[in-house]
C-alpha cells in the first residue's frame, strides 16, 4: 500500500525560512511488517513489532534498515524510534542467531549490524527514543543511537549487560556507551553487566527524561524531537558528528576486521556453552 503525507516546512520546521511543501511517499508496502511507519505532522514514527520481545534477527536489522533508508529516501527530517510490543522497547541481538550459526548467516547478521549501527549513528535526521520497555544490550544500543532518549517509568531495564551473557560489547556498542554516559560509568557497567532501572539511567544520563506512563512519554517525545527539527540542520548534524564522527570511522575502517573478530569470538566453544546456558535460562522462566 503506498502511502502519501505532505509535510509543510512552515508547520514542521518554523525556523525554515521556506514555504516549500514537501511530499513524502512512504512506500510501507515493501517494507517488512517487522517495523511499522507512521507519518506524522513533520516526522515519523519508527515502532518495532515483533512479538514477543522485539529481538533483532537479521530480517528485524534489515527491516529497521530498510525502514530508515526509506525515510532518508523521502528527506524526512525526523523520527522517533519505540516499540509496538507492550512493556518491551528490544530485548537486544537475537540470540539465536549467536547459537549454533551457520558461518553465512552469522557474518550476514553481523554485517547487517554493524551497517545499521553507521545508518542510525550517523544519521542526518533528528532522532528521539521513546523507550517503552525493556532495552538490554542491543536494545539499549539502538536507543543510544538517537538524540534524545525518553523512558517510561516502570519496571523496565536498560544497559549493556553482555558480560553476564559471557560477551563482550563489542567496541563500537562500547563507543557509543562511553559517548552517552562517559568513561567512568561506562567502564563499571560495561564489566558488571549492569541494567539499569529509569531512575538510575536518568542519573548516570543513559536516558534524558523519565515519564510516569506511555501516554506522558509519547507527549515529551514528540515536544523533545520538534526542539531538535527547529536548530537549522546543517548546524545541528554537523554538531552531532563533532562527537560521533571518530567512532563511526573506527568502524568503517575496520568493518571486515570486527567481522572476523565477532565471528571467531561467538563461535568459541566458551561462548557457544555460555549462549546455551542462557538460552536455557530465558526458557525455564516460563
Ligand atoms: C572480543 C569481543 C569481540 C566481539 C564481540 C563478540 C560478541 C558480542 C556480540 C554481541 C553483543 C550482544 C548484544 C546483545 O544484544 S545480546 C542479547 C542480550 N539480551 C538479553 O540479555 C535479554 C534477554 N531477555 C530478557 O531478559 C527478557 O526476555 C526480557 C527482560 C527482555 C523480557 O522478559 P519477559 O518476561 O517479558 O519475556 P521472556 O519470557 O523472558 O521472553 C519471551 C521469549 O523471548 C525469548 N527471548 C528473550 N530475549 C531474547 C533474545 N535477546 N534473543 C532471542 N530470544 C529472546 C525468550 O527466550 C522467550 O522465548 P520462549 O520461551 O520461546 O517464549
Redesign the pocket.
Known sequence: MMSLVTFTRNNALPLLRTSITVRIQLNSASLSSLVRLEEKQGYAVVAMHKP??N???LEMIQALSESLSELEKNKCKGFILTSACP??FS????????YQPTEERLKEFWSSLQTLWLQLYGSKMASVALIN??A????C?LAMCCDSRIMVNGK??IG???T??G?????W?KDTFVNTIGVRQSERALQLGSLFTPDEALKIGLVDRVLPDPEAATAVAESELKEFLQIPAMARYLSKMRIREAALKDLLENREK?LN??VN??TTDA?QKGLGI??QS??K??
Open positions: 514477543p520481545v529481538s533483532l534477527s512493556g518491551i530485548a537486544g541481538l537475537d540470540i539465536r542467531e549467536m520497555g525493556h538490554p544490550a542491543g536494545g544500543l523496565s531495564k549493556l549487560n553482555e553476564k551473557l560477551i563482550v560489547a563489542p567496541f556498542f570486527d573478530t565477532f569470538f561467538a561462548v542462557y538460552l530465558l526458557a522462566k516460563n
